[in-house]
């Protein structure tokens, strides 16, 4: 079955540009979207089709996709973005999950 | 305000069978994709089960296949899924989700509910 890799954590200080990568193989052949969970919260979505941004999820969030890993950056991270982050692709007639990265404003 | 909210979870012997319900508002059911995603508490996310927009054909996680079902109900606007044959390992927060886009999916879940539990023990 596929599966989509993410790092457990990522730490990153106020002010500062946090990158979380999502790897599958030939991931760039599909459309990935990115959720964000804070605890005790239903997943929001932030980014999807690889780069668009849903109404509503500030301009800091961008989202890449080519060759094997996705990407989501967030530039200029606030406390507020600390969170875990999902990627989430189709393949073969199932959504497949990413294994979650926790992000960490220090 | 478009919403979907879960009800039906609950503690379930291993075997035993449970119906999950999922009342959407704000928009119709009929015009849009609709899943099914759990988490284990602390864990993270896995689909379950999904249902096309235009009713074209469903879909199940391999761990659930033959005994989950996802169906709806276009008069109620809702969406069910049935657990049978239920195991310790199906414990988990359900969450019912919309998929963007309508007949056009984005191939993301833009609408959550906050989920119902679930708990398989003897």
């Not at chain 1, 730490?11 to 990115?34: E, H």
């Not at chain 2, 249902?51 to 109620?76: L, P, Q």
């Not at chain 2, 359900?94 to 993301?108: H, I, L, V």
Request: hydrophobic share 30%; glycine share 12%.
């Amino acid at each position: 079955s596929y599966e989509l890799t993410q790092p457990p954590s990522v730490s990153v200080s106020p002010g500062q540009t946090a990158t979380i990568p999502c790897s599958g193989d030939n991931l760039g052949n599909k459309y990935v979207c990115w959720y964000q969970q804070k605890p005790g919260q239903s997943p929001l979505l932030v980014m999807y089709q690889d780069t668009l941004r849903p109404s509503g999820i500030p301009e800091r969030f961008s989202g890449s996709n080519s060759g094997n890993t996705a990407t989501l950056t967030i530039g200029g991270t606030q406390a507020v973005d600390e969170a875990d982050y999902y990627c989430q692709a189709w393949d073969s007639r199932s959504y497949v999950f990413g294994t979650g990265t926790k992000v960490t404003v220090l | 305000e478009v919403q979907v909210v879960e009800s039906g979870g609950g503690v379930v012997r291993p075997g035993g069978s449970l119906r999950l319900s999922c009342a959407a508002s704000g928009f119709t059911l009929d015009d849009y994709a609709m899943n099914w995603v759990r988490q284990v508490p602390g864990k993270g996310l896995e689909w379950v089960s999904g249902m096309n927009w235009n009713d074209a054909g469903t879909g199940h996680a391999d761990s659930v296949k033959g005994r989950f079902t996802i169906s709806k109900d276009s008069a109620k606007n809702s969406l069910f899924l049935q657990m049978n044959s239920l195991r310790a390992e199906d414990t988990a927060l359900y969450y019912c989700a919309r998929e963007a886009g309508g007949s056009s999916s984005k191939q993301a879940f833009d609408v959550w509910g906050r989920g119902t539990m679930v708990t398989v023990s003897s």
